[in-house]
């Protein structure tokens, strides 16, 4: 298979697993314990049905939208992701570049390959920086500091990794980093070898936006013990809510699942939440964020800009997520996989069939904006 025979996010799921050793394959695709909310996230688009309007003349369609005071051209952004070099040599670099091209937002995360100096230098097109909340406070006010000094316009906490997710796959290949393999991991490297060689070849792996504070050098912390021994499970809406006030900008909470921490999200004064479940990685048996959009949307969605991931694969899923009130989608694997098989081609091909499917979606829904879309267009199952 080669990269213009990927037309879905199944067939580039496919390449990459051609191409990726398998731990770093598992890595991206696996999830939490018996992976029943990995799988739920997707099928609860599959209850919901479009119903489309005819005869609206159709001929321009506008999909753009304005998040968190963001003007993307698209609907869609890449939302922020650990280790990007793992998958490919670019990582980062690649999927900002993507990004730009299709005029939408892209983010980086505190676990990041590349630095955020370097991508904000690189593109004009808005930058996420996402987060997690350590026991070191002075660690968390630095790497804000650090973020406002780069230029980046939003910051996005990740409040549902105050310890990671309990994830098999992981365990079984003994993914960790540094690499900490089991025989049969190794093996998997040994018949992946263009990785290796591409790995050994291209600049040293890092974690810039740790760099200071992460050792990765033979005594290195994985990014296990990171979850366990760096993160704060004490964090709680009080020490959120001082974040909030010393950004005082654009401030996002992503894993937001309920009504009432979404209610107290617009309390403390955050401008944006993300519904995740973090792809099904953290707690298994959580609900889909599909599920969620409605009454969240309903309840504070008049008051802070609602976005959502999780389980994103086709056009049609961000149309049934926008005509129930989300701003704006985040994709996460969807961009993974074609970045791992191709790198910066990979990126751009993935996101130009997404804004494809979108396009033919809202003409055939008879909507020339976003707004136009509601939920009349939908019925539940």
Known sequence: MRLRDCHNFHDFRRLAQRRLPRPIFDYIDGAADDEVTYRRNTASFERCDLLPSVLRGVETVDMSVTVLGQKLAMPVYCSPTALQRLFHHDGERAVA???????????????????????????????????????????????????????????????????????????????????????????????????????????????????QHVDMSGGAVSIGRYFTEMLDPSMNWDDVAEMVRLWNGQFCLKGIMTVADAKRAVEIGCTGIVLSNHGGRQLDGSRAAFDQLAEI????????????????????????????????????????????AAGQAGVERALGLMRAEIERGMKLMGCTAIGQLSRENLRFR
């Open 97 to 211: 570049a993507a990004a730009a091209k299709y005029g939408t937002m892209f983010g980086v995360s505190s676990l990041g390959t590349v630095s955020i100096e370097e991508l904000r230098k690189a593109h004009d097109t808005p930058q996420v920086y996402q987060f997690y909340y350590h026991r070191d406070r002075g660690l968390n006010r630095a790497m804000m500091q650090r973020a406002r000094e780069a230029g980046v316009e939003v910051m996005m906490l990740t409040v549902d990794s105050i310890t990671g997710g309990n994830r098999e796959r992981d365990l079984r290949t003994g993914f960790s980093i540094p690499f900490r393999l089991t025989p049969g991991g190794m093996l998997q490297f040994a018949i992946r070898p263009m990785w290796g060689i591409n790995y050994l070849t291209h600049e040293r792996f890092k974690l810039p936006q740790l760099d």
């Open 297 to 340: 949307v309903d309840a504070v969605g008049d008051r802070i800009d609602v976005i959502m991931d999780g389980g994103i694969q086709r056009g049609t899923h961000v149309l049934k997520a926008l005509s129930l009130g989300a701003k704006a989608v985040g994709v996460g694997r969807f961009y993974l996989y074609p970045l791992a």
